[in-house]
């Protein structure tokens, strides 16, 4: 079952794998984000909502048009820095002097 979404004024259309938008740029950003592991229904809307959420859009739903939640981050700082010194993030943290 296809899919609507609305991300900048325009809407987009996710089924069977493939977005379908009027507007090339954002057809081009939605299928940089493409899931070819979306196969069911219900797969395909969780997609969708993943893109309409990372762009801060709308999907679609039985009672009109909602804005889509925005995703969980992919990157944290925890993933970079002790949680208790959070001011040594950072990749050239290795050059500061250590006391």
Excluded: N
């Excluded at 296809?2 to 009027?22: D, K, L, M, N, Q």
């Amino acid at each position: 079952m296809p899919v609507r979404i609305r991300i900048y004024g325009h809407e987009a259309t996710f089924a069977r794998g493939c977005w379908t938008c009027e507007d090339d740029a954002l057809q081009a950003m939605l299928e940089a984000l493409v899931d070819p592991r979306a196969l069911s229904a219900e797969q395909e809307r969780a997609h969708a909502l993943y893109a309409a959420g990372r762009y801060g859009g709308l999907i679609l739903t039985p009672g009109g048009w909602e804005p889509a939640p925005l995703p969980a981050p992919e990157i944290r700082l925890e993933d970079f820095a002790p949680a208790r010194h959070p001011e040594r993030a950072g990749w050239l943290s290795f050059l500061r002097k250590r006391r």
